[in-house]
């Protein structure tokens, strides 16, 4: 459990006063100011408990816990004084977000008790959190192996879009990424709304009749629909359901609903599906590029500058042609993988799982499977 506490306060002997009383029962950090309390936070471990004195030179407590609330979330924070007006005390807990308010002097006891009482609910915080992120994780898991084999194009868009979201998102320094990567692979479930002979065309890039067109561009509102009834997903729904709009569209969209993670997410997915379509149409990355910026005011002007960092997950992997005997786990696809009655089975590009695999062999032991066929791979792989 962690049991990190931060002390900050400018009066030293109160600092030592802590350190004789409380190093023993905790794992004890101390700042004589708020600048060097923001500095500790920013290059330690997480801290469960923050404990800030309220009249401090330069950063009161105040701007203090609420610059800390920014580099730690989930830390407690409680505010220690031994004065404050009632004006000062609201500021601290509408802008600090502080947990709890302890006035000076106070007795070792019940600081001990207020420390102890916010390690707790750090711990639970945490505890939520992780359950949360496991559950969502094994559910998306599930998912996407369910996409993968009632929809194999969809799924092997989705990873795709995953792989380059994620990788603009490093480089522009996005906070909440594992958000992004969820809406991208999610995004696509959309697709399953679509009639069989409708993502044959959309798979050949051929002309779709003004029914059809209305079906694909109903797919993130289905998909919105879908999403938004899974408890704490609602802005990853938001992010799929205004995927579309430009830049300027997306930026006023959030302003009216506050909500400026959306606005990124969006506009991710747009860049993201645009330059897909674009490389999966035989252009370069080079020629995706510069078709995506003669339309850049499309698109979020940073983002757009990050696609030359994008590079080719399978570019490490060697190419072999193997059949379905010899088809691995964790091997990507180098080409779809066709059934003998011509069904698509697997996509291109798709990472190789357990179902995948199972789904493969059965076929083959059944209808039958077009081999052999190219798939990337270490080189110790086979």
């Known amino acids: 459990m962690n049991r990190r506490v931060l002390f900050v306060d400018d009066d030293e002997l109160m600092l030592v006063s802590y350190k004789r009383k409380f190093a023993n029962k905790f794992d ?24 800030s004195d309220f009249r401090m030179p330069k950063m009161d407590g105040v701007e203090f816990l609420t610059r800390a609330q920014k580099l730690s979330e989930d830390t407690t924070r409680i505010m220690l004084t031994g004065q404050a007006g009632f004006q000062d005390t609201i500021n601290a807990v509408n802008e600090g977000k502080i947990s709890r308010f302890l006035t000076k002097p106070c007795a070792p006891t019940l600081l001990i008790e207020a420390v102890e009482a916010g390690i707790e609910q750090y711990r639970l915080i945490n505890a ?7 559950t969502l994780a094994g559910s998306i898991k599930m998912f996407s192996e369910i996409l993968s ?22 480089h522009a320094k996005l906070e909440n990424v594992w958000q992004f990567k969820l809406a991208a692979v999610l995004s696509q479930i959309g697709f399953i709304s679509l009639p069989p002979e409708l993502v044959k065309k959309l798979n ?6 003004a029914k059809e067109e209305k079906m694909v561009a109903d ?38 609903h506050d909500g400026q993670n959306i606005a990124l997410g969006a506009q991710l997915l747009k860049i993201a599906v645009d330059y897909d379509a674009l490389i999966m149409q035989g252009k370069s990355r080079q020629q995706a590029r510069d078709e995506l910026n003669r339309k850049k ?36 696809l180098d080409q779809d993988i066709v059934a003998k009655n011509g069904h698509i089975l697997v996509s291109s590009g798709q990472l190789v799982t357990e179902a995948v695999l199972k789904r493969l062999e059965n076929f083959a032991s059944g209808i039958g499977v077009e081999e052999p066929f190219r798939v990337k791979c270490r080189s110790n792989t086979i």
């Open 219 to 256: 797919i993130p509102q289905i998909a919105y629909s879908l999403i938004k009834k899974v408890p704490r997903l609602e802005t990853v729904a938001e992010m799929v359901k205004i995927q579309k709009l430009t830049f300027n569209e997306s930026q006023e969209y959030t302003n009216k």
């Open 297 to 332: 005011i499309e698109y979020n002007p940073e983002f757009l500058e990050a696609l030359q960092y994008i590079n080719d997950r399978t570019q490490q992997l060697i190419s072999k042609t193997i059949g379905v005997a010899d088809l691995q786990v964790d091997m990507f």
């Open 128 to 134: 939520e959190r992780e359950l949360l992120e496991n």
């Open 149 to 170: 084999l009632s929809q194999p194009e969809a799924f092997s868009r989705a990873s795709r879009l995953r792989h380059y979201i994620s990788q603009i998102a490093s």
């Open 204 to 209: 050949s890039h051929d002309d779709l009749t």
């Open 28 to 51: 004890l950090e101390l700042a004589n100011t708020g600048m060097k309390g923001l500095e500790t936070l920013e290059n330690s471990d997480p801290f469960a408990v923050i404990i």
